[in-house]
């Protein structure tokens, strides 16, 4: 039995126009999904995943393509429930050519899902790392990354950025701009986090914006500028310049609501942040709901926070300097 846990992430910067090759700032936190990996001689993989909104199931099924879960369940929820799980074991087989064996997958999170802070990733990464193991084959953080990506960019229609993944295998702050991935340097951050209890759909999401981009020049131009603000906030980040990083936290947020992808309860939330005093706050991840981010050392965002309608939780996130770990 392997156990593999691998860290949740906030945008400083750059979400949706990272997928169109814009750089992205995200950095790691320390919320985590833990995933447990045994072998099963029948060829069968059987996933618990009892934090999954669909109130907590267990299933069982081949692991053979095409073949259904026998739940009682919708096809859809089922589908977006199962697909990134399915997708990390494909991975394993494709590393490993061993794939008559089965697996039992329980995935334990604290990481909300559809959130914004990266669940996908961090239960795909910590899935990769801990069934790989069980089979005896050890991946370096940078190969599970882009294997994890593997899998995001499958599950997502085909649009997706390497910025979650590589965040959630490697740890810390990261820089990431098409395939070219690294590690960045950054200051202490006091970030803070508002959760609205809610979730969205980050294909739809990131097809909304796609759609956009297609329809209007304006909308391109608006991923390009997000581009920018990327780039200036980089330096902000590098002179430890707080009040910059959110003051272009703030323009980000901005754009990101002309593309679509905010809402009532995250702009709520974020204004309750600014109100507060905080140096700049934004959403985070896909939008359409979930998690803001704010910047403020004092304690008064996050006690505005938890006063603001629409905030459902409201907590202070550490930056994760550890990507995937290895517990078992
Ligand atoms: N605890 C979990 N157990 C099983 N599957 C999970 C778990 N957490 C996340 N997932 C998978 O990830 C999906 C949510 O991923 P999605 O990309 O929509 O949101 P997110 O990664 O939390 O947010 P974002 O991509 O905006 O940061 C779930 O539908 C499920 O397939
Ligand atoms: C919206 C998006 O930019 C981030 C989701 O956390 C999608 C992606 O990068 O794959
Ligand atoms: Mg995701």
């Given amino acids: 039995m392997t156990v593999s846990s691998a860290p949740g992430k906030v945008y400083l910067f750059g979400e949706h126009a990272v997928v169109y090759g814009e750089p992205a ?7 985590r999904a833990q995933v ?15 934090d999954l909104s669909l109130d907590g199931f267990t299933v069982e099924y081949d692991g053979t393509a095409g073949e259904h879960p026998h739940v009682d369940a919708p096809e859809s929820l089922l589908m977006a429930a199962t697909q990134y799980v399915d997708g990390a074991i494909e991975q394993v087989y494709d590393v490993t ?16 899902l559809g959130a914004g802070l990266g669940s996908s990733a961090a239960v795909v990464v910590s899935a990769i790392d801990a069934a790989t193991r069980e089979l005896g084959v050890t991946l370096e953080p940078d190969e599970i990354a882009e294997r994890a990506y593997r899998t995001e960019h499958a599950v997502q229609d085909g649009q997706a950025s390497r910025a979650d993944t590589f965040c959630s295998a490697t740890g810390g702050a990261v820089r990431v701009e098409g395939d070219d991935c690294r590690a960045i340097d950054a200051p202490d951050l006091p970030l803070v986090i508002g959760f609205d209890g809610g979730a969205g759909d980050t294909g739809e999401l990131v097809s909304g914006v796609r759609d956009l981009r ?7 131009d608006t991923v390009e500028t997000i581009g920018d603000i990327v780039r200036n906030g980089e330096d902000a980040l590098a002179a430890g310049d707080l009040e910059e990083l959110g003051r272009l936290m703030n323009f980000n947020h901005g754009l990101l609501s002309a593309l679509g992808v905010s809402s009532r309860s995250l702009d709520s939330m974020v204004w ?3 109100d ?8 985070t991840g896909a939008g359409g709901g979930g998690c803001i981010v704010a910047l403020d050392p004092t304690p008064e965002t996050e006690t505005a926070l938890s006063f603001t309608p629409g905030c459902e939780d409201a907590f202070r996130a550490e930056l994760a300097e550890t990507g995937v770990k290895r517990l078992e």
């Fill in 25 to 31: 700032v995200p950095c790691a936190i320390e919320v």
């Fill in 36 to 50: 447990t990996a045994e072998q099963r001689t029948d060829g069968k993989l059987r996933v618990h995943a009892d």
């Fill in 97 to 112: 050519d061993e794939d008559d064996i089965g697996f039992d997958v329980t995935i334990e999170s604290d990481i909300p």
């Fill in 214 to 220: 297609e329809e209007y020049d304006f909308a391109a």
């Fill in 272 to 274: 309750g942040a600014r």
């Fill in 276 to 283: 507060a005093g905080a140096h700049g706050a934004k959403l």
